[in-house]
C-alpha cells in the first residue's frame, strides 16, 4: 500500500512540474511577444535585410515544363523506351554479376545512372502535367506507368543490390585492388568498411 502512495505522490509530482514549466513558459513567450509591437509590415527585417512585397500578379500558378517534353507521344514514346531498356539492364549485368569486375560495376553504374536521370524527367513531367488537371486521364495514367515502372526497375535490378550488399572485405579488394594506381587516372576512391 505504501509503494503505490508513493508512486502516486512523485507522478503527481512530476505531472505538477511539467504543468508549472508550461505556466513559465506561456508566460514568458507570451510578453515577449506584447512587447514587439509591428506596424507596417514592410518594416520586418530578417538578419538586416527588409521583406519585400510580394506582387500577386508576378506568382507562377501554373508549372511551365514544356522544356521536359513537347508533346503526350513523346512522354510515351519515353515511356516505353525506359520499359526497354529496363528488361536490356536486367538482361545484360544480371549475368555478369556472377562473376563480377571492376569494369562490369563502373558499366552498371553507369547505366543505371543514366535511367534513373530518365524516368525521373518522365515522372517530373507526368506529376506536373497531372497537377495542373487531375482530370486529365492521359496524365494519370502517366503518373501510374512512371511509378509503377519505378517498381519494376526496382526489381529487375534487385540482383545488384543483393550482390553489392553482400560483398566481403576480400570481394571488394578484388574489385578495387590497392595496387591499381587510381590518381593517375584522376580518380580518388574511399571505402569505409
Do not use: H
Amino acid at each position: 500500500m505504501r509503494q503505490k502512495s508513493g508512486k502516486r505522490l512523485a507522478l503527481g509530482i512530476v505531472k505538477g512540474l511539467i504543468t508549472l514549466g508550461l505556466l513559465l513558459s506561456f508566460a514568458t513567450f507570451s510578453e515577449c511577444s506584447a512587447s514587439t509591437e509591428i506596424t507596417n509590415s514592410s518594416e520586418i527585417l530578417y538578419m538586416g535585410q527588409p521583406f519585400e512585397k510580394l506582387n500577386p500578379n508576378e506568382v507562377t500558378t501554373e508549372w511551365n515544363n514544356s522544356y521536359l517534353f513537347n508533346s503526350k507521344e513523346d512522354a510515351l514514346k519515353e515511356l516505353e523506351v525506359l520499359n526497354n531498356r529496363s528488361e536490356e539492364i536486367n538482361e545484360t549485368f544480371r549475368p555478369k554479376f556472377e562473376n563480377l569486375s571492376g569494369s562490369v560495376l563502373l558499366n552498371y553504374l553507369n547505366a543505371d545512372k543514366e535511367f534513373s536521370k530518365s524516368l525521373e524527367v518522365l515522372y517530373v513531367y507526368a506529376y506536373t502535367q497531372n497537377s495542373k488537371n487531375v482530370s486529365d486521364p492521359f496524365f494519370a495514367s502517366l503518373l501510374m506507368d512512371s511509378q509503377n515502372l519505378v517498381t519494376e526497375y526496382g526489381k529487375a535490378t534487385s540482383f545488384a543490390t543483393v550482390k553489392l550488399s553482400s560483398l566481403n572485405k576480400e570481394e571488394w579488394d578484388r574489385l578495387f585492388p590497392k595496387s591499381q594506381n587510381l590518381r593517375s587516372t584522376g580518380l580518388i576512391l574511399k571505402l569505409s568498411i
